[in-house]
């Protein structure tokens, strides 16, 4: 049994609103790199998780971050698509199957038509999440995919003083599938069981006395990995009772335009019986 596990969810670079001083640099041209997907909040918000690794560490006995990990070419960014007439898709679009199939919007690989529409079709009919056409965020290998650095130096002191590893765990390399949750992507490809349930997180985690949840964004990759947890882990896990899980609410915020589904997920989990703290009043 582990007393107390924090899950940070993506707390990566493309996903916050760094000042420029925080920027990263190309190598080759010397020009600033920007997040592509920044969160309002999101930088204060990994500072404030930060701090409370590097103030109670000592009590926290494991530490899982997980990591967005994208392709260029995916489902849910521009390059995968194209409007009628061949024109390209902005981010921020949502499709729809029935789009799709009025030509309105098309892969632009156009063998790749029925395996998207098939997945679309599953994805609506969950009724979680529309297909959204991103900006290409945290490409596999590029400074938007690393860690905010303080968060990653607060991990890493951690290590040094707890002389134990970080887990990692790597979500969204299949670019036939959107992969919000950490638990399982939206719709698994049967190719890939990659895309399917991770059970060896499950029971990781599911072995917490506490299990503390922050990261980004919390409309999203934040809000799939919770949901999926509070319906899989007390199947998993005899005994296993929400109110093990802690949403830190000041180490999470929403993509733009989604603050209903944030004030609804937190609404949502708080009834299920999860709890919700403030990382500057916890006391581990």
């Not at 130096?153 to 290590?159: D, K, L, Y």
């Not at 919770?226 to 802690?246: I, K, N």
Request: proline residues 6%; aromatic residues 6%; glycine residues 8%.
């Amino acid at each position: 049994m582990t007393a107390i596990h924090l899950l940070a969810i993506d707390p990566q670079n493309d996903f916050c609103d760094l000042p420029a001083s925080w920027h990263g640099r190309d190598a080759a041209s010397g020009a600033a790199i920007a997040p592509t997907l920044p969160v309002a909040g999101a930088h204060a918000d990994l500072q404030r998780l930060a701090a409370l690794i590097a103030a109670q560490g000592d009590r926290i006995d494991q530490i899982t971050v997980t990591l967005d990990s994208h392709q260029r070419y995916d489902v849910a960014h521009p390059l995968f698509w194209q409007r009628e007439g061949g024109a390209p898709v902005a981010p921020f679009t949502p499709i729809t199957a029935a789009q799709v199939r009025s030509g309105e919007y098309a892969p632009c690989d156009a063998s790749a038509r029925g395996r998207v529409l098939a997945y679309m079709d599953a994805l609506e009919a969950q009724g979680r999440y529309t297909l959204m056409v991103w900006p290409v965020h945290c490409e596999i290998g590029s400074w938007g995919h690393g860690v905010h650095a303080d968060v990653l130096a607060a991990c890493g002191q951690w290590q040094a003083r707890r002389q134990r590893a970080v887990a990692n765990v790597f979500k969204g390399m299949n670019p036939w599938t959107e992969h919000y949750s950490a638990v399982l992507a939206e719709v698994p490809d049967p190719l890939d069981p990659g895309t399917d349930t991770n059970t060896r997180l499950l029971d990781a985690l599911g072995q917490a006395e506490l299990l503390l949840v922050a990261g980004q964004a919390s409309s999203h990759c934040v809000r799939a990995t919770t949901e999926d947890l509070l319906r899989h882990l007390p199947q998993r896990v005899p005994g296993w009772q929400p109110s093990r899980l802690v949403l830190l609410t000041d180490c999470m915020s929403p993509v733009a335009g989604f603050e209903a589904q944030h004030a609804a997920f937190l609404q949502a989990m708080q009834a299920q019986g999860a709890r919700l703290a403030v990382s500057s009043e916890i006391s581990l």
